[in-house]
Each structure stands twice: as structure tokens, then as C-alpha cells.
């Protein structure tokens, strides 16, 4: 069998004409030039050259040069793109996460993130926590962020970041005008509307509150569509108050131990791809400097 870097000899020292150049630019001794080149032919039986000063070409070195040349290039784009996958440089990431951060952390850091890998392809599903878990735990996605949720099997849970609860109610009603932060005795005569991060809401205080509700609605459009026509008010993490429609205010709770953890999800068992694992640390650099200008957001050492 002739190896692929035998032919690369063969190649170098055809284009070179001699032994000596290509023997400079292999960085290899000339014999072991020499010496390769005979290995080549005693396995093919036949001459490549058509003297020893090796400037002209047999019809079967003419042949062997035009089909290692091809082999070689194919060879040399393989291994070129084996390594730009393995350094974290290309493929695909599918990314799941919950709306406040695909909308408000992760398009800084992505653009950035993208300009260094130009050929890395980017799947980014917005969706809530229990949709961004579902879709980790079966494969559907690489990589989740989504709120903290009890253990689960399967998955891998980081925290990243914790930002505080707020209740989000029209400007002009009396609890949009209240000053200083809320108790929950304010939210007792006012309807409330559950979403799926008030599910890890554990104080007693909301817990009595929330049996008492009628509504519950998933989309977080939806949602504020609703606190907007006057159904009720709803509680919401601070990141995702940020932009909040000039009919709608975010006020601020005591309770301080109403916050939302968010993690990253990975599937447990299963070695993260080169580009997951980069865009993972990217991740979590990006969100410790992102959110130094969010009084409500504390991020985990990771």
C-alpha cells in the first residue's frame, strides 16, 4: 500500500524537479526523500522519472501526479475540516432557550460568536422552560436554558444567572402608581395570572394566591396581551420586563427570595460537540458582562 504521505513526496519532488528543493520545502534530508521515492516505485514495479535528476516524468509518473494531486487536496480538505470541527470551529449547534434570554443576552454574544465561525450552522428555538427541558432530554436540542426545575433524569443542570421576580401590571392602575416595592397583601384583590415561571414559586404567601386563580397562560405575547386589556396582573422575571410596552410597568416585590435561576440544560451521559462546549463558555463569559448593567440579575461563578 502506498501511504498518503509517500505521495506527497512524489508530488513535491515533481513539481520541484529535484530532490533538493523538495527535500527544503518537506523539511525532510534528501536521502529520506530518495528513499521514499524507491518504495514507491519497488511497490509499483515501474520508473515515475525518467532518470535519476528527476526532471521529466514517465507515463506513469504523468498518471500517479494527476491522481494524487487529486487525493491529496480531498486528504488535506478532510483533515482540515476534522480540525476546524474538533477546535469548536464549525458544525451544528441546535440551541433551545426561554424568550428573555434568546431575545436579550443571546444575540450580542451569538453575532460575535458567529463572525469567529463562519461555517458554524446555529438552530436557536425560543420557547418556555418546560418545552426547552422536553426538547434537551430528547435530543431535539444540543443545549437548553431554561429556568431551574427539580432534578430530572437525563439532563445535566448548570445555574448561570438569577434574576428577581416582578409584578408586571398595567401603568395607570393603582398598583402601577403604588411607590416602593410590593407585598403580596397588594396582589390579594387582584386577579393573577399564572405563566410557567411562576410555577417554581415556592412562598406560601403566592402559593395561597395562586389557588386562587382562574387563568393561566403559556405565551409570554399572550400573556402581556392580557395584563394589557385589564384581566389581571402576572408576576414575570426581571430579564424579561426589560422592553415592556409603555402601558405596562414592572414593579418590584420585598419577598427577595421570589427569583428565577436559569441554567444551562445539557442531555447527561453524552460528550458535548467541540462547538456546543464553545459556545457554552462563550455563554456564560458573555452573560457575566452583560448583565454588570442589571441591578436585578446575580450570576453564578460557573
Not at 534530508?29 to 528513499?35: D, F, L, V
Not at 514507491?40 to 514517465?58: G, I, M, Y
Not at 385589564?230 to 414592572?250: E, M, Q
Request: proline share 4%.
Amino acid at each position: 500500500m502506498i501511504r498518503t504521505e509517500a505521495l506527497r513526496v512524489f508530488v513535491t519532488v515533481a513539481e520541484c524537479g529535484n530532490i533538493r528543493d523538495a527535500a527544503d520545502r518537506l523539511f525532510r534530508t534528501q536521502s529520506a526523500i530518495s528513499m521514499t521515492l524507491k518504495q514507491v516505485e519497488d511497490h509499483l514495479a515501474a520508473p515515475l522519472f525518467e532518470s535519476d535528476r528527476k526532471h521529466n516524468l514517465t507515463d506513469l509518473g504523468r498518471f500517479v501526479l494527476g491522481v494524487a494531486k487529486v487525493l491529496l487536496r480531498d486528504h488535506d480538505t478532510a483533515i482540515d475540516l476534522i480540525e476546524e470541527y474538533a477546535s469548536g470551529a464549525s458544525g451544528r449547534l441546535r440551541i433551545a432557550s426561554v424568550p428573555s434570554v434568546a431575545a436579550l443576552l443571546i444575540p450580542d454574544m451569538l453575532a460575535r460568536f458567529l463572525a469567529d465561525r463562519p461555517t458554524a450552522e446555529i438552530d436557536l428555538v425560543d420557547t418556555d422552560s418546560a418545552d426547552v427541558r422536553r426538547l434537551v432530554a430528547t435530543g431535539q436540542a444540543d443545549l437548553g436554558i431554561a429556568s431551574a426545575a427539580p432534578a430530572e433524569g437525563g439532563l445535566v443542570s448548570v445555574p448561570i444567572f438569577e434574576d428577581s421576580m416582578q409584578v408586571v401590571c398595567p401603568a395607570n392602575s393603582s398598583l402601577g402608581q403604588q411607590a416602593g416595592p410590593l407585598d403580596w397583601r397588594d396582589l390579594e384583590d387582584v386577579p393573577l395570572i399564572l405563566n410557567e415561571t411562576t410555577r417554581a414559586i415556592q412562598s406560601a404567601e403566592f402559593q395561597a394566591l395562586a389557588a386562587r386563580t382562574k387563568l393561566r397562560v403559556r405565551n409570554v405575547t399572550s400573556l402581556l396581551a392580557m395584563v394589557r386589556a385589564g384581566v389581571g396582573v402576572t408576576l414575570l422575571p426581571g430579564l424579561a420586563t426589560v422592553g415592556l410596552p409603555l402601558t405596562l410597568v414592572a414593579r418590584p416585590l420585598s419577598d427577595q427570595s421570589c427569583r428565577r435561576q436559569v441554567c444551562l440544560l445539557r442531555r447527561e451521559n453524552r460528550v458535548q460537540s467541540p462547538l456546543a462546549a464553545s459556545f457554552q463558555q462563550d455563554f456564560i463569559t458573555a452573560i457575566a458582562a452583560a448583565t454588570e448593567r442589571l441591578s436585578f440579575v446575580s450570576v453564578f461563578k460557573v
